[in-house]
Every structure is written in structure tokens, then in C-alpha cells.
T-cell receptor
Framework: DAGVIQSPRHEVTEMGQEVTLRCKPI?????LFWYRQTMMRGLELLIY????????DSGMPEDRFSAKMPNASFSTLKIQPSEPRDSAVYFC?????????????FGEGSRLTVL | AQSVTQLDSQVPVFEEAPVELRCNYS??????LFWYVQYPNQGLQLLLK??????LVKGINGFEAEFNKSQTSFHLRKPSVHISDTAEYFC?????????????FGRGTSLIVHP
């Protein structure tokens, strides 16, 4: 079975540019999560969706960050404009909503460097 | 609400030695417990989980963990580590009830295996 697929794996951009990260969850999973990982803060939950609907975006750091899930098989995390402090690894994870024990399935991450 | 404390940020060990990575949690409700492993430049993957039953749980790659309810701990152990076990290890808990199953992660423990 295909796992969670993220793209791009690496992104280097300049401050002020727009960044779009993409995620395809595991087929049949109806919960999707975006995390950010840094050395300073560890793993932070940014936002999660149930059945394509954003449930909790309290972890989104600023209005520069936005996330969408237009259908069950695709989600984006956008940063506009990007800043050097946004440099991090961004992970997407998915799970089932019903009958779940809270186990998450992670993608391989998108490493973002903002110069 | 839940919280997870991983008591060691880094654990250096020699190859073939035993290792224990410590995890303590607090929660007002009963929880499921997890250990995830993150190899360099990869996403997190499930190592093992405790749902119910026997308090000793066996996972992949020879790892096991023991749930101790009275001490609210879920320590991870391996009797003999290999170089390839060098990775970041995350403990996580997820509430069994209360509507939200969203897991809470610890800050991670970096296991460094020396030859």
C-alpha cells in the first residue's frame, strides 16, 4: 500500500516568496494532520482535518500560514510570505477517524529552507 | 489534557549494549500509548503500541516497552542495540475517550549507538 506522500522533499526559497507543500494521505484515511519539526520546538501540530474539514488550526503560527484540503486525497500547506524562521521539516500524517487508537501514519517530510 | 515527558534528550550507548529510553505521561483520562522511531531524513514510523492487555508490548526490530499504570510510565527497551538503531525516538499518548483522539508527543530522545 502506498503511504503518505509529500512533495517537495526539499525546498529552498528566498524570504518573501510563497511556499506550497503538498500531501496525499493514505487512501481510506479521513483525518489529516500537518506538523512542523524544529530543533528548538520539537514536533508541533499545526492543523488537522477530519473529512476534509479543518477542525483545529490553533497551532498555525501566523496568518502567513494557511492549509486547505479540497478533497479526501489532497492537502496543501501554504506559507506566504515565507521568512527564515519558517525553516523546518514539515510533516503530513493521516489516520482513520473512526475506530482509531490515535496511531498516525507519517510522510517522509518536506524540508524547507528560507534564505 | 495530556502531557508526555521523555526524560533524556540524548542517550549514547555502545553497540550490543542494552538500552532503556524513558517516558512518563500525565492524563486525566485513560490513554493509548505509542513509541515512534524517526530515522535520519525520514518521517516517524510506529515502533509499538499499547492498547490493552499485557503490559509488556513487543514491537519491531527487537524493541519492547512496558506500561506501568501506577508510575504512569511507558519505557522502551532493547537488550542489545545495533548501529542501525541510531535514530530519534518519540513517545506519544492518545486519549481513549473524550471525543478527541489526537496524540500528544514527547520531545524525543536521540539514541546514538557507537561502534
Amino acid at each position: 500500500d502506498a503511504g503518505v506522500i509529500q512533495s517537495p522533499r526539499h525546498e529552498v526559497t528566498e524570504m518573501g516568496q510563497e511556499v506550497t507543500l503538498r500531501c496525499k494521505p493514505i487512501s481510506g484515511h479521513n483525518s489529516l494532520f500537518w506538523y512542523r519539526q524544529t530543533m528548538m520546538r520539537g514536533l508541533e501540530l499545526l492543523i488537522y482535518f477530519n473529512n476534509n474539514v479543518p477542525i483545529d488550526d490553533s497551532g498555525m503560527p501566523e496568518d502567513r500560514f494557511s492549509a486547505k484540503m479540497p478533497n479526501a486525497s489532497f492537502s496543501t500547506l501554504k506559507i506566504q510570505p515565507s521568512e527564515p524562521r519558517d525553516s523546518a521539516v514539515y510533516f503530513c500524517a493521516s489516520s482513520r477517524l473512526t475506530g482509531t487508537t490515535g496511531e498516525l501514519f507519517f510522510g517522509e517530510g518536506s524540508r524547507l529552507t528560507v534564505l | 489534557a495530556q502531557s508526555v515527558t521523555q526524560l533524556d534528550s540524548q542517550v549514547p550507548v555502545f553497540e550490543e549494549a542494552p538500552v532503556e529510553l524513558r517516558c512518563n505521561y500525565s492524563s486525566s483520562v485513560s490513554v493509548y500509548l505509542f513509541w515512534y522511531v524517526q530515522y535520519p531524513n525520514q518521517g516517524l514510523q510506529l515502533l509499538l503500541k499499547y492498547l490493552s492487555g499485557s503490559t509488556l508490548v513487543k514491537g519491531i526490530n527487537g524493541f519492547e516497552a512496558e506500561f506501568n499504570k501506577s508510575q504512569t510510565s511507558f519505557h522502551l527497551r532493547k537488550p542489545s542495540v545495533h548501529i542501525s538503531d541510531t535514530a530519534e525516538y518519540f513517545c506519544a499518548v492518545s486519549p481513549r475517550s473524550g471525543g478527541s483522539y489526537i496524540p500528544t508527543f514527547g520531545r524525543g530522545t536521540s539514541l546514538i549507538v557507537h561502534p
